[in-house]
């Protein structure tokens, strides 16, 4: 375990619809890092928030954006759900905005649009 | 967009005996990551090699880099079947050292 946590475990959303999904990181960790997999893909970075500002952003839509709070959890929403979103949403908590260690990774939060 | 590819894509042996996945990826690293993922759940970090290491070892696991050929091994040794699990690598490049680039990953079956 990593002590790193996600809510809610599985979400199913139709097409259109918002979704919000909920990171607590690691204690300590003020770095928090979204990532989105697709059956049989690897992970793929979303964005990273440190400090409450987004620090770096990934290939995806402004529809997906995010949240953190000043105790360093945070959040994933996602406007206008399409079909192609379906997929394991992982977040990672880690000391500091580079991944030059290794990165803890909370369980995932699967979300199935209809 | 993925960076590394791993080799094979899936991988199935007997316990006892040893497995191999290999990395390739595209642009200059500051380090190569390898992670474990049991059936499509969070990811646990295995192992980190820097761009300036040749091998290195934790455990029963051995992990090497080719700078020049732009490619990773992971060897397990004395697999079990709790080995079973998807691997994947992940890569730093300078450019970007906020976030990982995955492969998409090697599905090893270790039957007891």
């Known amino acids: 375990e990593t002590g790193v946590t996600q809510s809610p475990t599985h979400l199913i959303k139709t097409r259109g619809q918002q979704v919000t999904l909920r990171c607590s990181s690691q204690s300590g960790h003020n770095t928090v890092s979204w990532y989105q997999q697709a059956l049989g893909q690897g992970p793929q970075f979303i964005f990273q928030y440190y400090r409450e500002e987004e620090n770096g952003r990934g290939n995806f839509p402004p529809r997906f954006s995010g949240l953190q709070f000043p105790n360093y959890s945070s959040e994933l929403n996602v406007n206008a759900l399409e079909l192609d979103d379906s997929a394991l949403y992982l977040c990672?908590?880690?000391?500091?905005?580079?991944?030059?260690?290794?990165?803890?990774f909370g369980p995932g939060t699967r979300l199935t649009v209809l | 967009s993925q960076q590394g590819e791993e080799d094979p894509q899936a991988l199935s042996i007997q316990e006892g005996e040893n497995a191999t996945m290999n990395c390739s990826y595209k642009?200059?690293?500051?380090?190569l990551q390898w992670y474990r993922q049991n059936s499509g759940r969070g990811l646990v970090h295995l192992i980190l090699i820097r761009s300036n290491e040749r091998e290195k070892h934790s455990g029963r696991l051995r992990v090497t880099l080719d700078t020049s050929k732009k490619s990773s091994s992971l060897l397990i040794t004395a697999s079990r079947a709790a080995d079973t699990a998807s691997y994947f690598c992940?890569?730093?490049?300078?450019?970007?050292?906020?976030?990982?680039?995955f492969g998409k990953g090697t599905l090893l079956t270790v039957n007891p």
């Open positions: 992940a890569t730093v490049n300078g450019g970007s050292n906020y976030k990982l680039t």
């Open positions: 642009t200059s690293i500051n380090n």
């Open positions: 990672a908590s880690s000391l500091a905005t580079t991944v030059f260690n290794e990165q803890f």
